[in-house]
């Protein structure tokens, strides 16, 4: 919840062109649509090349954790991965509310408070 009230914050403070929300699922979903709205969004002529980045991931050295990452495409085995987990998550999602409230927060416009059911939560109460 911190990060998400984070969020609403400096969208409500900055410029509303500041900010662009990308959303994992979305990427996965339609990894090219993303890709052109990130140019777009930082004002480059998008390039198709960028959606096969695992091609040329041999010409460069890539020296972090997500190096094997780096050398295929996007893929989305770890979506809703969590999923099988949720039982041993239960302190968590109880905390965290009803999580239909950050399924779209990065495509809509974020929601007001008064609009949900939840409350920003200190990070004592977390």
Known sequence: KIYHAMMKHWH????????LDVRYENL????????????E???LEFEADTLEFYKKSGARTVITASVAQVM??????SVKHWKKYEHHMQPLLEVLGDLSYYEDWGESELLEPEQTNLTT???DEL
């Open 12 to 19: 409500r403070k900055l410029k509303a062109d500041t900010i």
């Open 28 to 39: 996965v979903a339609d990894q090219e649509g993303q890709t052109r709205r990130l140019f």
């Open 41 to 43: 969004f930082v004002g």
């Open 72 to 77: 295929k495409p996007i893929y989305s085995d």
């Open 121 to 123: 939560a200190s990070k």
